[in-house]
């Protein structure tokens, strides 16, 4: 296989040598820019990759990946959804306000028994489904942008997260104290690389992503899903119910949220109105960064991952390099945007 | 099929369709009235109409997208209406639409079974038996296609194969083919036309909605003719001819198919010298143009007429060979540079790259020239508009309620038209014509031959591009013949023959 590959390379004239490695550059530039990125941050600082820090980058990266996941969906369908991080937020809230232990002093509900972690979990994935179901259902049902249904969304959970946090015996403050069993079934470690101890969350994260790949490729829900981003009128004709998958998509999406909230109350240990904010703005960048389109009805699960990683690898790496966090924000977003902007040339037809 | 063999005797001939009076009636008009059409076993019935005569609305009546008011359908002499067109797909009725309504980002077998893949376990799709399935109703078929091939990749006739390769796998009785051939050369015509005959052969019924009169009268059985929304006649092809039924359409007598030729070439306008496009597919090309002469660019789908004429218009990079007008080089790098320099490109697909489908007739007519109704530079003179608007709606007599209607809502001969009315007011010397008469009805084209000639009287030069034979014989002066991204010929138009342009045609591939 890769010998026929440079059998055929070497019968090209050399003009059109060069057209190739030129096109093989662009559309592998996301990995070449992976690593020439690890191999500069590791000349700069050296503990770079350490096992403790490449242990960070893939914690950060699969806490980060459910909502990407979940994000990616909404885009494939042509649409974006801007109320992810308030969900996440909200559902964060819910579980550290249900899972806080016994006797702690600022306890929110002091009459309350730590409930079973499964029921918490439960709990928590129906929020985010409940409020999935309601960003799909006004956009397939009322034809509006997810764009408007969301950005309203977005603000009726922020205000319902508000409120959460007056009741009880919070008034306003971060929930923090929570269940020594819940921490430890989201943070514990049964497996260590090294010294390093791997949190739970990361094989957890790693099972959902396995599901939703299996989803997307293996279902006829998700062949239905990238149908529709490509052709909804299409799809129609053939008898998909496109109400119902586009639904459906978002119910999925609010479930994924619900695990990523779940897993942030217990990995950030103290959970406030902020938990979640700009979320969905990472998860967006990361997708589109891996190649989930915005054309609709293109996106792999493997892009996602890798722009989920590579957005972390980056903003871990700033800091590694001790740029000022001002900074920070000017480099991710040329980073976004030339990402983008190459990725988007293999979709021109060019003439 | 089993129920008919048990009878003892052949389907052939037996009504599988039967539409008995159909009535639609929209607010203020009857787009349907009591339309009839009887399709029978092992046929193909042509269905033929100038545009607005009513017979997409007879099919929407069909498939359920519109409601009749009146009337009755019967499939196989069972009293049936379908709500939708996936319910008229379960009892084997199907219909390719015009424009191809296809998920292009997938590939042709997820599209084949969209609504229905094969399932095991009641939720994972099976590959395995999709791409088995796909294979067995290709090779049916008698087509090579790739099922896992992404259909953007592929060209238009194959995704239309692919698409009647999709009625097929519904096992259906009945498929309707709206203008199939629009997008197709003579070659694929002909592959075409084997499979609707296997399919004929089978005892299916095919409704075959086409303009084009030459392949009507090769393909079909019985022809029905339908006008301003009535039933006009139904005939066994034999019976018709051209004639009767261009009369029977248009309901007068329309003497000619073309305009007589009454334009004289003068000089040498417009040249180009051996211009190669970087990477699409033109090599080395040099055709004249003359003042007031209308050339015709032939050649197979794929030979690279349209990018020729993309080239010359700066929408393509040019990696070699120069342009010449009035004996002066000129370098058209971006359509605004030729567009100054002149000229005019009425693009292909009037759907994606030709028409703004939900600005009115007077922002579709003057986007190309609103620099001519600038007041004090900067502010739009709205009346200088609206009177070119309506001098070019009566000079083109577009059929319109009015200047403010939706551009989506005419037909597509008046869509033509008013884009030619867009480019006209841009006061073009060379006008690039790509398809200007596909897929819009017999009366219409007409007009639009009329105008071209009207146009190089004037002393305007059009290149057209025509995938119909008989079109660029009947209106052009000369025909520059493409193959392979080459011109492989000139021949004259007064002295050609179809046969001599399908051999130069031919010559690359």
Known sequence: MKLKIVQKFKQMPPNERRIYLRELLINNSLYIFLVAAIVLIQCMNPRFLSGPSIINIISLSAANLPIALGIAGAIILTGTDLSAGRIVGLVACVSAALLQMTGYAGKMFPNLQTLPIPVVFLLVIAIGALVGFINGYCTATFHLHPFIVTLSTQLIVYGALLLLLMTGNNNGQSISGLDPSYTNFIKGSVISLGSTPIPNYVWYVLVITAIMWVVWNKTAFGKNMFAIGSNSEAANVSGVNVKRCIILVFVLAGVLYGVTGFIEAARIGSNSASTGLNYELDAIAACVIGGVSFVGGTGKISGVILGVVLLRLIFVGLTFLGIDANMQYIIKGLIILIACAIDMRKYLVRR | ?509
């Open chain 2, 1 to 509: 099929m089993e129920n008919i063999s048990a009878n003892g005797t052949k389907n052939e001939g037996s009504i599988l369709l039967e539409m008995r009076g159909i009535v639609k009636e929209f607010p203020g008009v009857r787009a349907l009235d009591r339309v009839s059409l009887q399709v029978r076993a092992g046929t193909v019935h042509a269905l033929m109409g100038e545009n607005g005569a009513g017979k997409s609305t007879l099919m929407k009546c069909l498939f359920g997208i519109y409601e009749k008011d009146e009337g009755e359908i019967l499939l196989e002499g069972q009293p049936i209406v379908f709500r939708n067109p996936r319910e008229a797909l379960d009892r084997g009725v199907a219909m390719v639409h015009q424009e191809l309504n296809q998920a292009l980002g997938r590939n042709v077998m997820d599209n084949i079974w969209l609504g229905r893949y094969p399932k095991r376990l009641g939720i994972f799709t099976s590959e395995r038996e999709m791409e088995q399935k796909t294979r067995t109703v290709f090779e049916d078929l008698g087509l090579s296609i790739d099922p896992k091939r992404k259909m953007s990749e592929m060209p238009v006739a194959e995704r239309q194969m692919a698409e009647i390769a999709k009625a097929v796998s519904y096992d259906a009785k009945i498929i309707v083919l709206d203008e199939p051939t629009s997008s197709l050369t003579e070659e694929e015509v002909g592959h075409l036309f084997r499979i609707i005959r296997t399919l004929r052969a089978r005892g299916c019924g095919i409704i075959y909605i086409s303009h084009k009169m030459e392949e009507i009268l090769q393909i079909s059985d019985e022809i029905t003719v339908m006008r301003d929304g009535a039933h006009v006649a139904t005939a066994s092809a034999a019976e018709m001819s051209m004639e009767r039924i261009i009369r029977l359409m248009v309901g007068r007598e329309l003497s000619h198919r073309f305009p007589p030729k009454a334009s004289r070439p003068g000089e040498v306008i417009f040249e180009t010298r051996g211009i190669s496009s970087r990477f699409a597919k033109v090599k080395d090309v040099s055709i004249k143009v003359r003042r007031g002469e209308i050339v015709g660019l032939a050649g197979l789908a794929g030979a690279g007429r349209s990018e020729l004429l993309e080239n010359i218009f700066g929408i393509s990079v040019r990696s070699g060979g120069a342009l010449y007008l009035n004996g002066k080089e000129i370098r058209n790098r971006s359509p605004r540079e030729a567009i100054r320099n002149g000229f005019a490109f009425l693009t292909e697909e009037r759907r994606s790259t030709g028409i703004f489908g939900i600005l009115n007739i007077t922002e579709n007519t003057t986007i190309s020239a609103l620099r001519k109704y600038l007041r004090a530079g900067l502010f739009l003179s709205d009346r200088r508009r609206a009177a070119d608007t309506d001098d070019m709606v009566k000079r083109l007599s577009v059929k319109t309620a009015s200047k403010s209607t939706q551009i989506r809502t005419l037909s597509g001969g008046n869509q033509q038209k008013v884009i030619l009315a867009r480019w006209l007011l841009t006061t073009p010397d060379i006008l690039l014509l790509d398809e200007p008469t596909r897929g819009i009805d017999v009366g219409a084209k007409y007009e639009i031959y009329a105008l071209m000639e009207e146009l190089a009287a004037a002393g305007k030069s059009i290149l057209m591009v025509s995938g119909e034979l008989p079109e660029l014989i009947g209106v052009c002066h000369r025909i520059y013949v493409m193959s392979g991204g080459e011109i492989t010929g000139e021949v004259d138009a007064a002295s050609t023959t179809q046969e001599q342009i399908m051999t130069l045609a031919a010559k690359n591939v």
